[in-house]
């Protein structure tokens, strides 16, 4: 087998219902708003879990053992380039707004949502738009923070 470059194969969208997170049907993405286009490079800010590890050593032990513990995740966020004109992203996605972020990996970021394919749906709400400080020969950026309000499933096939 042989490694997969992620270059141009992330799709992400933001959809506002979805009935069943581990299987999303066509119909429920195609209803979202695709994301990856105007999101910078670095745009997918912490949507990715970490385990707590519980220590389990024993008394009588020589080496220090640990268990799996509760998964968490940071301050996840939603990073983008500003568009000029029409900015549906913008004013999309405003403080307290509930939805599901929608990734999937591993095919062409332009290939259509179709049954089978594996994502990640991430439910969660809006934060309050951050503008990202000004840097010389930089477009203008903000961020959105996600908050994730119940678990995610990661491992989801579309119906």
């Known amino acids: 087998m042989a490694d997969i470059i992620s270059d141009g194969k992330t799709r992400v969208a933001w959809v506002s219902a979805i009935a069943n997170i581990a299987a999303p049907t066509t119909a429920e993405l195609n209803a979202g708003i695709l994301l990856h286009g105007t999101m ?39 990073r983008f380039y500003k568009q000029d004109g029409t900015d549906t992203i913008y004013d999309t996605l405003v403080y307290l707004l509930g939805g599901f972020v929608v990734i999937r990996r591993s095919l062409a970021a332009s290939t259509a949502w179709a049954s089978v394919q594996k994502l990640q749906v991430w439910p969660g709400r809006c934060g309050e738009l951050s503008w990202l400080d000004p840097e010389t ?22 119906a």
Do not use: H
Request: net charge negative; charged share 25%.
């Open 40 to 78: 910078t490079d670095d745009g997918l800010v912490n949507f990715r879990p970490t385990t707590s590890s519980v220590p389990n050593r024993k008394l009588d032990s020589t080496f220090n053992t640990v268990d799996v513990g509760s998964v968490a995740v940071g301050d996840t966020a939603l």
């Open 137 to 158: 020969d930089t477009e203008e950026r903000y961020e959105i923070p996600i908050k994730i309000t119940i678990q995610p499933n990661l491992r989801s096939v579309v």
